[in-house]
């Protein structure tokens, strides 16, 4: 008995290291693959996990420079480069015009995505009259999308 403990306790230290070789020899485009079939662990914390706005509410007339207040439930909030493969943390970005993106896949910074990457959880945005769709997206601190079950459209009228 004692050795077929120990032969289970060598066996899974060898595998346990081999494990953490393999993470660090990983190029880029297989540890987004593993950060994102990483990501689809059930947690119960991250099954009820939602982003949302807080304001403005889907629906409404805002002025051109107005006040977006994010939220998230189920996460923890923390700046880019931080946390980077922790699938329970991360920072929100702000899509205009645009839409959730596929979960793992970067989301760029440009005009259009707009990064909170010190953990902000208001800013002041404008926008030019008529209406707009604003997408909140949860990233991880790699700016990797959590997908569309961590983001949040609304649409809003921007007034003249």
Do not use: C, W
Not at 24 to 51: F, L, Y
Not at 135 to 152: V, Y
């Amino acid at each position: 008995m004692t050795r077929i403990l120990f032969l289970a306790l060598l066996f899974s230290s060898y595998a346990m290291a081999g494990v953490e070789m393999a993470q660090t020899e990983m190029p880029e485009t297989a540890k987004s693959k593993a950060h994102q079939e990483n990501a689809d662990v059930s947690h119960g914390a991250i099954k009820m996990a939602r982003v949302f706005f807080v304001e403005p509410l889907d629906g409404a007339t805002v002025p051109g420079t107005f006040k977006v207040k994010m939220g998230v439930e189920g996460m923890t909030l923390t700046p880019a480069g931080k946390k980077v493969n922790d699938v329970t943390a991360g920072h929100y970005h702000l899509i205009v015009d645009g839409k959730s993106l596929p979960k793992g896949q970067p989301i760029p910074a440009n005009a259009t995505n707009i990064h909170y990457g010190k953990a902000q959880t208001e800013a002041e945005l404008t926008l030019a009259p008529g209406d707009h769709t604003l997408t909140l997206q949860f990233a991880d601190g790699a700016h990797r999308s959590f997908g569309e079950k961590f983001s949040q459209t609304i649409k809003i009228h921007v007034k003249k």
